[in-house]
C-alpha cells in the first residue's frame, strides 16, 4: 500500500509554489491590510500571493540579498512576517525569525552571532533597529524602502537540503534567546507530521488562527495547510473585538492559537459561543492547556463531537505529543497528560539527569526522539550538544509516563518549587475553579516559596474569599499578587516569563 504522505524535504519557496499551482483561487483572508504586501489588501488567494512573493524576492536582490545571506526578519506581528521569509528563501537565503517585542541588546547579539546579516524591519520596530550599531547601514531593509525598490531578475535558487535553511529562536524565558537551526530535511519531516494531523479533517474549509510568525510552528503548520489547499484566515490582532469580527463572519471550522490566548478567549467562547459556534477542531500550540479552558470552546461548538487537540513539542523537535479531548472525555481527563508519539515519526521516554531511561510512574525528565530534530543553535553547538543523548533530545521538561505510554508533562525543569508536585497542574486547577480569573502563574519567592501572581478578567475583580476557599487545603502558597493581564511578562508566543517574574520579584518590583 502507498504510503499516505511520503517524507520529502521542504522548502518555504518550493512548497508555496506547488501550492498556488495546485490551488491558485484558495483564499487567504486578513484582518488588517499587510505591511509589506499592500497590494493584497485583505483578501488574496495563494497564485496572487505568490506572485507578489517573487516580486519581492527581485526586490531584495537588487538591494544585495543573495544565497546564503542571514536576513533577521524583525516586524510588527502578521502573516506577511512569513510571506518574506519565503520570499528571502527564493533567492537562497536564510530568514532569521525574530519576534518584534525584542530589544536593541538581543537583536544586537543576534547581529554578532550571525555577523553582519541583513535585517527587515517596519514602522513597529524601526527604532529599535536604529539603536543597533553592528549591522551595517546598507544591511537594514526598512518596508517602505523595499516596497519602492526596482526588482533585478533573479532565478530561485535553493540551498542543499542539508544545509541551514531557516532560523528560529528559543523563548527567551531564561535568558538571551538561543537561535535554532533548521534545514529543508528536518523540517520535511514536521509536516509529514503536520500532513498526517491534517487528513483526520474531512473538509477543506477555512482554518482560523493566530500563531506568532516567527515561532517554528508557523512556518510547519502553513506549509502543510497550503499544501492541502486550505483556506487561511491568519488574524494579526488577539482582541475580542477582532477575533468576533472575524470567525463571525468566516466560520472557521477549525482554530488554532496559543495556550494562553485560549485562556484569554474563553469569554468570548462562553458569553458569545455563536463566534464559534461552527468550529469542530481546535489546536493548541505546542504547550499544556487547563480543561476548563477546552471545555469552554467545545460547548461553544453546535457539533457535539468537537474535538480540542493539545499538540505538546519544542521548538527544537517539532510537534511531538498529542492528545485528542472532547467534551465526554474532559470529564475524566487528567489535563497533565499529554498522550502519546506518532508512531514512526516521535516518541518520548522519562530518564535521570545522566540520560538513563527511568521505569513507568517515576518522575524524571523528558526526552524526545524526532527525526525532524533541528540541527544546532547557531554558533551555540555546545549549549545544543549538552542536550543530546544520542537519538534522544532532553525538553527541559519534568514528568513521567504511565503504563499505556501516556506522557504526563508536571513542569519546566527549572520551574520546580519545594513541596508542589506540579505548580502546572495547581495553575491548571485554580482556573477551572475561579472563573474569574485570566491567569495564574506560581513562581518561587527569595526563599524558594511558591508565589501566585493571579490577573482577573478584563474590567472584573478578584474574588478574595474564593481565591483563598479554593487553596485552603494545598500546600503553603504566598498570598497572591494581583496585576492586569497584560502586566505579566510573556515571550512572542504568549508563555509566561517565569524566571523574569522571579527575578523582579527578589528586586522589590512586586508588592502582595
Known sequence: ???????RPMNLYQNYLEASQAFPDCPIIFDQEQVAFPELGTETTYQASHDLIVKRAKQLAALGLKQGDKVIIFKGQAFDTYMLAVAATYLG????????????????????RLENPFIIFDAVTADVVAAVDNISDNHKIGVQSLLATDGVEADFNPLPEDQIAYITHTSGTTGIPKLICHSANTMGWRTKYQKTVL?????????????????SRFNIGMSSLMIMGFPLLPLSNSDRETVERMFLKYQPQAVETHPNHFV??????????????????YHSTFDAINNATMLAFLEASDNAQAIFLQIYGQSECGPMILKAHTRDSLKTSNARDMGVGLAGLTEARITDSKGNPLPAGQDGHIQFNSKGRALTYYKEDQRFQDNVYGEWWDSGDYGCMDENGHLFLKDRQVDL???????????????????????VAIVRDQNGRPQPFIAPNKGGQVDMDAWWEAVSELPFLNAPIVLDYDEIPRTATMKVQRLQMEKELQEGKYKA
Open 1 to 7: 500500500m502507498a504510503e499516505l504522505f511520503p517524507y
Open 199 to 215: 487528513n483526520y479533517i474531512p473538509e477543506r474549509r477555512i482554518v482560523g488562527f493566530h500563531i506568532s510568525p516567527v515561532h
Open 264 to 281: 484569554q478567549w474563553a469569554t468570548i467562547a462562553r458569553e458569545h459561543p455563536q463566534v464559534f459556534a461552527k468550529t469542530n477542531y
Open 417 to 439: 518549587i519545594d513541596k508542589i508536585e506540579s505548580n502546572l497542574a495547581l495553575e491548571d486547577m485554580l482556573l477551572d475553579q475561579l472563573n474569574f480569573l485570566a491567569e
Open 93 to 112: 537565503a536564510v530568514p532569521v525569525m525574530v519576534s518584534y517585542h525584542f530589544t536593541s541588546q538581543v537583536i544586537s547579539v543576534f547581529a554578532d
